[in-house]
């Protein structure tokens, strides 16, 4: 195995965590500044405010891209557990 496998199993996985993490924390990053800057108009400072709404959204776009998660996923795992054996010679 030399370092440019190494490198490059490094950065598939990389990519592969920003696509299962990026719609969910997108999601929360856009109603947080919505609430933050609903609070800051209305002057109104309540912690749960801000909690519910982004759990809310999370647990939705849990419903609608968490299959497409799971997939990539198991694709990436599958992948590399295909490619381990040309790796080790």
Do not use: C, R, Y
């Amino acid at each position: 195995m030399i370092i440019s496998d190494v490198v490059t199993l490094g950065q598939e996985a990389l990519w592969v965590t920003a696509l299962i993490a990026g719609p969910l924390l997108l999601g929360i990053l856009v109603v947080g500044v919505v609430v933050g800057i609903l609070q800051a108009a209305t002057s109104v400072q309540e912690m749960t405010l801000s909690f519910i709404p982004k759990l809310i959204v999370l647990v939705l776009l849990l419903l609608f891209v968490g299959n497409w998660q799971i997939g990539l996923l198991i694709d990436h795992f599958q992948t590399l557990m295909l490619t381990i054996p040309s790796l080790i010679q």
